[in-house]
């Protein structure tokens, strides 16, 4: 009696989630290569597809084209960044950004977006603690969290501004713009060891799972089933 409700609660499960879970992984972009570009630490074939929180990184010489509804986004190489949906987050390297959709590109803190949702056409290049970008259709805004210091350089030349509080600025197309990223959002915070998972607990929980099929699919008789901790 007590395993037929086990097994009646294991489907009900089943097909409550699966919808769901199907549904959370529906492809979002289309990454294109030919070559050279890795996906969550694989090697990507052409036309792979990409789903948000990805990782994505690009070998010396070769590149990609990440494609989705309305947007197309070039990635150069040697860069790194993470689809996100709705925008990429840049680690180091540059983009190219063709969009209707107000597809973002972030950097830190940092968030460039179109300012308005018409065709616009902009570059982000991510190099040596400072973010260039440049507006080639259209204008785009860049703005950043407050962290109570001075206007950045935008350009090379200028002096930093005496307005503390200002969190956007726009690049008008046809411009080009630099940002100190470490003067915007600080320095780059230090990798947390604690925040990785422990490789025990994922044995523990794989083993975890493994007797729980099993006692799904025999109805708990029988011997136990055999374990990496008991052979």
């Given at each position: 009696?007590?395993v037929?409700?086990?097994?009646?609660?294991?489907?009900?499960?089943?097909?409550?989630?699966?919808?769901?879970?199907?549904?959370?992984?529906?492809?979002?972009?289309?990454?294109?290569?030919?070559?050279?570009?890795w996906?969550?630490?694989?090697?990507?074939?052409?036309?792979?597809?990409?789903?948000?929180?990805?990782?994505?990184?690009?070998?010396?010489?070769?590149?990609?084209?990440?494609?989705?509804?309305?947007?197309?986004?070039s990635?150069?190489?040697?860069s790194v960044?993470?689809?996100?949906?709705d925008?990429?987050?840049?680690?180091?390297?540059?983009?190219?950004?063709?969009?209707?959709r107000?597809?973002?590109?972030?950097?830190?803190?940092?968030?460039?977006?179109?300012?308005?949702?018409?065709?616009?056409?902009?570059?982000?290049?991510?190099?040596?603690?400072?973010?260039?970008?440049?507006?080639?259709?259209?204008?785009?805004?860049?703005?950043?969290?407050h962290?109570?210091?001075?206007?950045?350089?935008?350009?090379?030349?200028e002096?930093?501004?005496?307005?503390?509080?200002e969190?956007?600025?726009s690049?008008?197309?046809g411009?080009?713009?630099?940002?100190?990223?470490?003067?915007?959002?600080?320095?780059?915070?230090?990798?947390?060891?604690?925040?990785?998972?422990?490789p025990?607990w994922?044995?523990?929980?794989?083993?975890?799972?493994?007797?729980?099929?099993?006692?799904?699919?025999?109805?708990?008789?029988?011997?136990?089933?055999?374990?990496?901790?008991?052979?």
């Amino acid at each position: 009696m007590g395993v037929s409700i086990i097994r009646h609660f294991a489907c009900w499960l089943m097909i409550v989630v699966t919808p769901m879970t199907l549904s959370a992984q529906a492809p979002s972009a289309i990454v294109h290569t030919q070559g050279g570009v890795w996906v969550n630490g694989y090697e990507a074939k052409d036309a792979s597809a990409v789903f948000s929180g990805d990782v994505i990184e690009i070998k010396a010489d070769f590149s990609a084209t990440l494609n989705l509804e309305g947007s197309s986004v070039s990635i150069q190489p040697e860069s790194v960044v993470k689809f996100q949906g709705d925008a990429v987050e840049l680690d180091h390297g540059s983009v190219s950004v063709e969009t209707s959709r107000s597809f973002k590109v972030l950097v830190r803190c940092i968030t460039v977006v179109p300012v308005a949702n018409e065709w616009t056409q902009y570059d982000v290049v991510d190099s040596n603690g400072s973010v260039q970008v440049s507006a080639r259709t259209q204008d785009v805004n860049v703005k950043w969290e407050h962290t109570g210091r001075k206007t950045p350089v935008e350009n090379a030349g200028e002096q930093p501004g005496e307005q503390p509080d200002e969190q956007q600025g726009s690049v008008h197309q046809g411009e080009q713009k630099k940002y100190d990223e470490s003067q915007l959002c600080g320095l780059p915070p230090r990798p947390n060891p604690a925040a990785l998972p422990n490789p025990k607990w994922i044995a523990a929980g794989a083993a975890g799972a493994g007797v729980l099929i099993w006692v799904l699919v025999n109805g708990g008789g029988g011997k136990t089933p055999v374990s990496a901790s008991a052979p």
